[in-house]
């Protein structure tokens, strides 16, 4: 006798927010295979946001913040009576998470592309991409196709990735695209991560160039901590950048669909703008762009991948980053080229 399919699905992957950009493609390869199916989504209080935009999710379930408490959580996910929950981050705290929820079955990575490798005892399948491991030298597969690969596990084929994401109107957005004109670059200065934040006096110059060679004005993105960065981006770039306001995940969705060209390091808002399609030059330090980089293949990225000694790391091991080397004549050519192409 057949086993019934699965009608129930539970995403579990609470940030950061590039990285829940990077699991959106489960969730909309599961609503292509399963239309009728519930989907609910797992996620940090704080990145909930991001998901109110992915409409092939039914439920979105905040952990923290002013949510219920971890208990009630617990309570909440195992009402669903999910049939597979599927741990998209590989760490104890998710995949613990994942094993509560109730669900028959729990999908996530094998040992050697687990952040935390005792996560692995919580799943009921594991799956392997097949590499060298997720921080192995010789690793090519790239985040969003490892996510995809979890889908195996239930019968499902790797299908080329997709990103449903819907944005409307923002005020906001709007107001400063009227300041800078079209089209319009985006430069995001702002990173999590000390090594991989390009100088501002760098990115002030690369808006210099662009609107003394193309005529475009650069928009400068910031997030929460960032504001100052940004300003001082714009300061020195003078009339050639503008400062974007403080923006919402749907404000930010929308200045980024509209722009002709995003510059960045490996951050949320640039996996957001690939998501859309938007062309982009990234510069990468302490990751590989073959693992986080953009995927679409006119897009163009700028790394010292071969020099660099900290991968993966927060901090950087030498006494100057990898990044300081990649040079700002370097990251006006790859604009021009990706503007070109675009």
């Not at 409409?55 to 002013?66: F, K, N, Q, T, Y």
């Not at 996530?108 to 952040?115: A, Q």
């Not at 501002?200 to 901590?225: K, N």
Request: hydrophobic share 45%; with cysteine; aromatic share 6%.
């Amino acid at each position: 006798m057949t086993a019934p399919a699965p009608s129930r699905f539970l995403l579990v992957r609470l940030g950061a927010l590039g990285d829940v950009v990077h699991a959106i493609p489960v969730a909309a390869a599961l609503r292509r295979a399963f239309p009728t199916a519930q989907i609910d989504w797992l996620v940090a209080a704080r990145h909930r946001e991001i998901l109110e935009y992915v409409p092939v999710v039914d439920r979105r379930i905040a952990l923290g913040g002013s949510g219920p408490a971890l208990g009630g959580t617990v309570r909440d996910l195992r009402r669903a009576r999910y049939d597979v929950a599927f741990d998209l981050q590989g760490l104890m705290k998710s995949a613990a998470l994942a094993r509560l929820s109730g669900a028959r079955r729990v999908v996530g990575f094998s040992s050697r592309y687990l952040r935390e490798r005792m996560a692995g005892l919580f799943y009921t399948d594991a799956f392997d991409p097949g590499g060298g491991g997720m921080y192995h030298p010789r690793e090519r597969a790239h985040v969003v196709q490892m996510n995809l690969g979890l889908l195996t596990a239930i019968g499902l084929a790797v299908e080329p990735a997709e990103f449903p994401l819907v944005c409307g109107d923002s005020p906001a957005a709007t107001e400063v695209v009227w300041r800078a004109g079209v089209p319009y670059v985006v430069l995001n200065p702002g990173a999590a991560w000390p090594n991989k934040r390009w100088p501002a006096d760098r990115f002030a110059a690369v808006a210099r160039a662009l609107r003394e060679q193309s005529g475009m004005t650069s928009v400068v993105a910031w997030g929460p901590g960032e504001e100052s960065l940004a300003r001082a981006v714009v300061d020195e770039a003078r009339s050639a950048a503008v400062l974007a306001p403080k923006t919402s995940i749907g404000d930010l969705l929308s200045l980024l669909r509209g722009a002709a060209l995003m510059i960045a390091g490996d951050t949320g808002p640039a996996h957001i703008a690939a998501a859309l399609g938007t062309p982009i030059v990234g510069l990468y330090g302490p990751t590989r762009p073959s693992r986080n980089g953009p995927w679409a293949p006119d897009d163009i990225t700028l790394s010292k991948d071969a020099e660099c000694q900290c991968h993966h790391l927060r901090q950087c091991t030498r006494e100057r980053m990898c990044l300081l080397d990649i040079e700002v004549a370097e990251v006006v050519r790859a604009a021009r080229r990706r503007l070109a192409a675009a």
